[in-house]
């Protein structure tokens, strides 16, 4: 769909969210391990692709979101401008910030860092109502319900339902309320935008009162333009408030995932104790049992199967793997094909190659394992000398007998065997075998206990 109109998009961002009692931003608050801003982010990207006429991005900002590293990397990767919101006065006056960015753009498309669920299909439709300057988008609640009295309501003409009047917000609803919810979501003409705010700020703030950005709907239709709304699905219009709706945005966002992979045929033994993060990547034939997490930044390819209690973060993971059950894998893990690792082992920064077997009771941390390679139970790698982390590195179908400690770093040639108990502190060469414990001692007659009277 590529149209002529130049869009600008601004994504409110400078909310301080005192309601989620944190210190951090609101819109760093993260829903399956990815940010709020970022779900915006990404919806504008995809917008990009599909219209072809967003020309630029700005992110309205307060003075705390801009020194956070979190969102420092964002800015890093989604190349946006910023616009600091100096004083809280409201959604216009955060409008007005954000339009110091936009130059040559015709219309200007209103979004919110703190609501996740906003869709493709939705911005489009709204984009599409051209022939209106102002363009909201709403849902029809169903009747009297606590859980929409926060929403502001439109208002239409009683004989054309398609023309929004004015936006109540809803501290201001008298008696009986429309049930026609506001998302907040807007699509418009910039210069009515930039008059709406050079206007109202004059009169409000001389008021000593905050402006929202609602109002422009009745200023647009007193200066004769016409308003419209697009009808959404309610849950795309939730956003996040208080840690309460940071939680049901996280259930949510759940089974938008799970029921993704259920519909490319992942196997979900029991998907409600299953989760996952929005950037979870999984292949064909893979199971995964009862109470798994999956966090951010995992790839696992096919025919894998992940046991219950298992946690799996910032890995990738090849094909036919078996994890678990009880396994912690760690961030910057990579894990060859047909490679098992067993109940309660932990991988951190490990590279293990095809043909793997960690069975039983194992820590790999800072280690390149070689393939066909066996780790014995108990076996520790030991990384860290309470300074710096070291790495070690075990060549090709190496046995690696129980309770063994490989004491890094050192290099472990191929083909060794190191016996059971062993602790390992010098690199050994290719087909060595290692015996690194204590001289037992049997002492005749010793061992016997006796009772004292």
């Not at 800015?75 to 954000?98: L, P």
Request: with cysteine; charged share 20%.
């Amino acid at each position: 769909m590529k149209m002529k109109m130049k869009i600008a998009v601004i994504i409110l961002g400078a909310g301080r969210g005192s309601r989620l009692s944190s210190s951090v931003p609101k819109v760093l608050h993260k829903i399956a391990h990815r940010t709020l801003l970022e779900y915006a982010l990404i919806l504008v990207g995809k917008l990009r692709k599909k219209l072809g006429n967003i020309y630029s991005v700005t992110v309205v900002t307060s003075a705390d979101l801009e020194l956070k590293p979190e969102f420092l990397d964002l800015q890093s990767r989604y190349k946006f401008d910023t616009a600091r919101q100096e004083r809280q006065w409201g959604t216009g006056e955060a409008v007005k910030t954000g339009l110091t960015k936009v130059k040559e753009e015709t219309h200007v498309l209103v979004l919110y860092g703190d609501t996740p669920f906003i869709t493709v299909d939705t911005v489009c439709s709204m984009v599409r109502q051209v022939s209106y300057q102002v363009v909201c988008a709403g849902f029809e609640c169903p009747g009297p319900d606590n859980r929409y009295a926060h929403y502001g309501r439109l208002t239409t003409l009683s004989d054309d339902q398609s023309k929004v009047l004015t936006v109540v917000e809803a501290k201001e609803c008298q008696g009986e309320l429309p049930n026609l919810c506001n998302t907040g979501i807007l699509f418009a003409e910039r210069d009515i935008l930039s008059i709406f705010c050079d206007t109202q700020k004059s009169f409000l703030q001389s008021a000593g009162k905050e402006f929202h950005l609602t109002e422009v709907v009745k200023f647009a239709n007193d200066l004769k333009k016409r308003c419209t709304y697009v009808d959404i699905e309610e849950s795309e219009a939730f956003g996040v408030n208080d840690s309460r709706q940071k939680a049901i945005a996280e259930c949510m966002m759940q089974k938008v995932l799970r029921d993704g992979f259920l519909d490319r045929g992942v196997t979900l033994v029991a998907p409600d104790t299953v989760f996952f993060a929005a950037d979870t990547t999984i292949g064909y034939d893979c199971v995964i049992h009862p109470y798994v997490s999956i966090g951010a930044g995992v790839i696992m390819n096919n025919s894998c199967e992940v046991h219950s209690f298992s946690h799996i973060a910032g890995a990738e993971i090849g094909n036919n793997v078996s994890i678990g059950p009880f396994a912690r894998i760690r961030p910057q893990t990579w894990i060859g094909d047909n490679t098992n690792v067993g109940n309660f082992s932990e991988l951190k920064n490990a590279r293990l190659s095809i043909n793997v077997k960690c069975g039983h009771v194992s820590y790999i941390g800072d280690a390149s394992i070689g393939s066909g390679t066996n780790i014995g139970a108990g076996t520790v790698f030991c990384n860290y000398d309470g300074q710096t982390k070291h790495r070690t590195k075990v060549g090709r179908n190496v046995f690696i007998g129980s309770n063994t400690s490989i004491v890094s770093p050192v290099n472990i040639g191929t083909d060794v065997f190191i016996a059971a108990g062993s602790t390992v502190v010098k690199s050994v060469e290719n087909e060595d075998l290692v015996i690194a414990r204590a001289e037992q001692v049997n002492i005749p007659k010793k061992g016997k206990r006796t009772l004292e009277e």
